[in-house]
């Protein structure tokens, strides 16, 4: 699906966000610019530490207290969210965007029972507004009929620790669509789980968001997840975008030098042995480097990289990249 | 919040006496973000360096001990008395600074006894986990425990002779078994920790299993602990010579100027009130500073050596 | 890849028969156990590496643990280098523990943060009395090297470190003593996929050189498909299937490894076409407390037949060195 970035609901643009700590201000977003259009499917993809999450709670402002944001805007419907006064933001939350946690275990309330839980979420949405309680059950048993557990009824009256891993993680993506919404932001939903259970969970959370037409931004560190889930993938090094293209178009056709040394360290099922993986480590966010934040780590690197910050340029059809070698060769 | 911007600059190898200094700014830069915790330690810092130097600040020295000057007792506090004097004409002020001194020595004898004892039998049972050892220890422990503490310590100093030596040793006796159980505790959950497991598996021995690798990772609740008992052992203390069981006459302690106080309620209110202050503030001041210790202790996000 | 799997002779560890259950409590007046090893028989030969690939609860962990001497076996026996140690290791030599370490999963958890690099490596150096007192350090600054890690590391806590470098340094303490036989237990799994890479070549590279004998414990079957020379795959506290990586992922047999096969997220096509076609993910592993009869795959089995529901098939060999625990090939 080809989306117009005209037609954009969410879109962040030249973000910052840097958190205050003894030894200074750890430098963490350094200018993200991210869209996702209407019924779009977007990865994005990155390593631990390389501000994927930060990103995203930067999105519904549910950053730590030692987080600012020294420049950058996200607009949600052409609206600042940044610059939204608080009921403005709740509507956003409870209405507009929802987000399905990294922890199933962590993301639910050991105390209270599903149901409860699940009726909060609905009581508090916009289209829980008014309703009875009868109703208000009514969604709820639907919603998780909708993540294909059985017996809802039962589930409804649980507490989390009765559940098993993978249906936690069922009832967490069941909170998330139980009303409408129009983006969902999940965060590696269930990235502790086995391979077995996460594929069941990834191909619920694909056919569901289909199913409604929402968007989706899935947030991974798996570049194989991001294949099978999404439209369109950013990948992100160290607080930068640093490529973007559609999902196909990236696998046939990488180009930024880290995205390559990601491919290539990814184990293949083919065999053929393990690639050497990319030299050094994500640099330190009190002091990054100048330049390109890549540079240290990269083979091209040249004078330019070092000193000048490359910024993400179209290279045809959509794809983006930023590093000047790459620029310069096409 | 007022925090000053510091650029970090790139640490190569940092020589020994460079990183400590970096670790001591760093732990008081955590210690002060809760400016109650200076607070604290201010008061901590002036309690104990006016009982350290108690003969050259106070205005009457020679008041603390055998005392008596029936022309100006009864002094309501004024310029020359700040807190009034007693029934016997001794200056409150100075006798408080120097009931700092027994106050603050029992604090910190009972914490010198008691803290290792109560340390090394939560390290053995913990390392000991469910074993008869483990039993026995804890088990002792918990009827220490079970005995309401203030009972305990009076039922102790009764028997003995009443002097603070033996107010000492009921408050050390009371005072163990509360570090038995956190080190219990935290070296239980410390002893399934995968690097005690290799450490066993690598072959290496009980003492340094107990000394090098659990122990370590104790010691930040200790210390936090020890901190705030410094304040409960003063109350202790100050609650035993209230009923007598202290410090005794003429030696100045602070429960025993409070008891004495009370028969002249309400007319000469400053011999309790004064007192009885010492004893919040003080307590307050080791608490704060308690707190400003467990945040310094406390491992953040975005952290580094 | 060292050596072919065939040409391989001496065993040097050997598994019998092994059972570890874990008693958690009593229902109806019976004692209830976690059957977590159920009846393991393993042989590995000197100079392989073994692929142990499980999802969490197949008891791939535990079956380490039994072996290293952490949980005493409950039935069954351990044979490494013709001695029998099937005792805890609290009763071994150090003869054994010299020979027979362990990397484990959490880098985290498995360094002591309150010592520095220095101090956690001299612990091996002096109990089994490698290096003499002013020995020590240059015998240090050799592991380092060997890991390729700089001498200034020496000083370092490992709080400071990355999570690849502190997996790095677990790989020095255990490879300090010399050992003949290493178990990794997911030694990369809460690593990035670039760093990963590194930490894979890395002990590969030592595994050659020193001559190691590897059980790689993992849940990454496509990270076993390019190191293992032969692959086993465990759940629920039994073995399902075991043979040379080759046949293994050319003709995979069990019906639980095409799923597992077919739920991994691969980058390319290539990987797609080797995927079990048809296999689609369901249920998930049940409590080792309540192991259904029969197979005890049978509840999550496409090819279910009523056998399975009776009788636990035994392990047979559907081919030369291919040996799969299964009615289809009964």
Redesign the interface.
């Given at each position: 699906m080809i989306v117009n970035k005209n037609d954009s609901i969410l879109n962040i643009k030249d973000l910052h966000v840097h958190y205050r700590t003894y030894d200074g201000f750890a430098k963490v977003l350094d200018g993200v610019n991210l869209w996702v259009g209407k019924g779009e499917k977007v990865g994005l993809v990155g390593e631990a530490g390389c501000g994927k999450t930060t990103t995203m709670r930067t999105v519904l402002r549910i950053l730590p207290e030692n987080a600012v944001v020294p420049k950058g805007e996200i607009f949600y419907h052409g609206e600042d969210i940044l610059k939204m006064k608080p009921q403005k933001l709740n509507k956003v939350r409870t209405q507009g965007i929802s987000m399905i946690f990294q922890e199933p275990a962590a993301a639910l309330n050991p105390v209270f029972t599903i149901g409860t839980q699940m009726f909060d979420v609905i009581r508090y949405s916009d289209s829980g507004k008014g309703r009875s309680k009868e109703e208000i059950k009514e969604l709820a048993v639907k919603a998780i009929g909708e993540v294909y557990i059985p017996d809802p009824e039962r589930i409804l009256n649980s507490y989390p620790g009765q559940l098993s891993g993978g249906m936690k993680q069922r009832i967490c993506i069941a909170m998330a669509i139980v009303t409408e919404r129009e983006l969902l932001i999940a965060d590696e939903p269930g990235t502790s789980l086995d391979v077995t259970i996460l594929d069941q969970v990834h191909r619920l959370l694909r056919g569901l968001v289909e199913k409604k037409g929402m968007s989706l931004i899935m947030i991974t560190h798996s570049l194989g997840v991001a294949r099978e889930m999404t439209d369109r993938i950013y990948v992100m090094y160290a607080g930068n975008i640093v490529e973007t293209a559609e999902t196909k178009e990236l696998f046939k056709n990488p180009l930024h030098p880290y995205t390559l040394g990601l491919l290539e360290s990814v184990p293949r099922l083919t065999g053929g042995g393990v690639a050497e993986g990319i030299y050094g480590r994500i640099p330190d966010y009190f002091s990054p480097p100048k330049g390109c934040r890549f540079h240290p780590r990269c083979r091209l690197s040249e004078e330019k990289c070092r000193e000048e910050k490359p910024l993400l340029k179209d290279v045809g059809d959509g794809h983006q990249v930023a590093c000047f070698k790459v620029q310069g060769v096409i | 919040m007022n925090?000053s911007?510091?650029?970090?600059?790139?640490v190569p190898?940092l020589s020994f006496s460079v990183r400590v200094k970096s670790g001591v700014k760093?732990n008081w830069?955590?210690f002060s973000r809760n400016k109650l915790s200076v607070v604290g330690l201010i008061i901590v810092l002036i309690i104990v360096f006016s009982a350290i130097f108690a003969p050259l600040i106070v205005p009457y020295p020679h008041h603390a001990g055998k005392f008596v000057d029936y022309a100006n007792a009864g002094t309501a506090p004024c310029a020359e008395y700040w807190f009034g004097t007693d029934n016997f004409g001794r200056d409150i002020f100075s006798r408080i600074i120097f009931a700092f001194r027994g106050a603050l020595y029992m604090a910190a004898l009972v914490l010198a006894i008691a803290v290792p004892i109560g340390v090394f039998l939560g390290l053995i049972a913990g390392y000991y986990q469910g074993t008869f050892l483990d039993t026995v220890i804890m088990r002792v422990t918990d009827i220490f425990l079970s005995v309401p503490p203030l009972l305990l310590a009076l039922a102790i100093a009764a028997v003995l002779k009443p002097n603070l030596t033996n107010a000492m040793i009921a408050v050390t006796v009371m005072w163990w078994p509360w570090y038995t159980r956190l080190v219990y505790g935290m070296a239980t959950s410390t002893r399934n920790?995968?690097?005690?497991?290799?450490?066993?598996?690598?072959?290496?021995?009980r003492l340094?299993i107990i000394f090098?690798?659990i122990l370590?990772?104790c010691?930040s609740p200790i210390f936090t602990k020890m901190a705030l008992d410094v304040g409960w052992v003063i109350l202790i203390g100050a609650s035993l010579s209230f009923v007598g069981l202290g410090e005794q006459p003429p030696t100045p302690a602070l429960g025993q100027m409070v008891s004495d106080g009370t028969r002249y309620m309400p007319d000469l209110w400053w011999m309790t009130v004064f007192p009885s202050l010492a004893i919040a503030v003080t307590i307050l001041g080791f608490n704060l500073m308690g707190d400003g210790i467990r945040d310094m202790m406390a491992?953040?996000?975005?952290?580094?050596? | 890849m060292s050596g072919d799997a065939l040409t391989l002779t001496e065993t040097i560890l050997e598994v019998q028969n092994l059972k570890t259950y874990f008693s958690v409590g009593k229902a109806e007046g019976k004692p209830l156990f976690v059957k977590a090893v159920d009846g393991v028989s393993l042989k590995v030969k000197r100079g392989e590496i073994m692929g142990l690939v499980g999802e969490s609860g197949s008891g791939k962990s535990t079956l380490a643990y039994t072996v290293m001497g952490m949980y005493p076996p409950t039935e069954g026996k351990i044979i490494f280098q013709g001695q029998d140690i099937s005792m805890p290791s609290a009763k071994r030599s150090l003869s054994i523990k010299k020979d027979l370490q362990i990397v484990f999963q959490d880098p985290g958890s498995s360094l002591n943060s309150r010592q520095n690099v220095r101090q956690i490596l001299e612990l091996p150096l002096r109990v089994h009395k490698i290096a003499s007192k002013n020995g020590l350090e240059e015998k240090i600054v050799q592991l380092l090297k060997m890991v390729e890690l700089p001498p200034n590391y020496m000083h370092k806590s490992p709080a400071s470190m990355g999570g690849g470098e502190r997996q790095m340094i677990s790989i020095a303490r255990a490879l300090a003593t010399d050992p003949q036989f290493v178990i990794l237990d997911e030694p990369t799994s809460a690593l990035d996929v670039s760093i990963q890479a590194k930490i894979i070549n890395m002990l590969l590279k030592l595994q050659e050189e020193k001559g190691l004998t590897y059980l790689f414990i993992t849940h990454d079957l496509s990270l076993m498909r390019n190191i293992a020379t032969r692959v086993a795959i465990m759940y629920l506290g039994k073995i399902c299937e075991t043979a040379p990586t080759e046949d293994f992922f050319q003709a995979p047999l069990h019906p639980y490894t095409r799923m597992l096969l077919s739920s991994i997220p691969v980058v390319s096509e290539e990987e797609e076409e080797l995927k079990p076609k048809k296999v689609v993910s369901t249920g998930e592993i049940p409590s080792p407390v309540n192991v259904p009869p029969g197979c005890s795959f049978h509840l999550r089995c496409p090819e279910k037949r009523e056998v399975c529901m009776e009788v636990d098939p035994e392990m047979v060999e559907a081919e030369p060195g291919h040996f799969v625990r299964c009615h289809l090939y009964g």
């Open positions: - | 925090i911007v510091q650029s970090k600059q790139e190898a760093k830069y955590k920790e995968y690097f005690v497991k290799a450490s066993e598996l690598i072959g290496a021995g340094h090098r690798e370590p990772n010691l491992k953040g996000e975005y952290d580094r050596e | -």
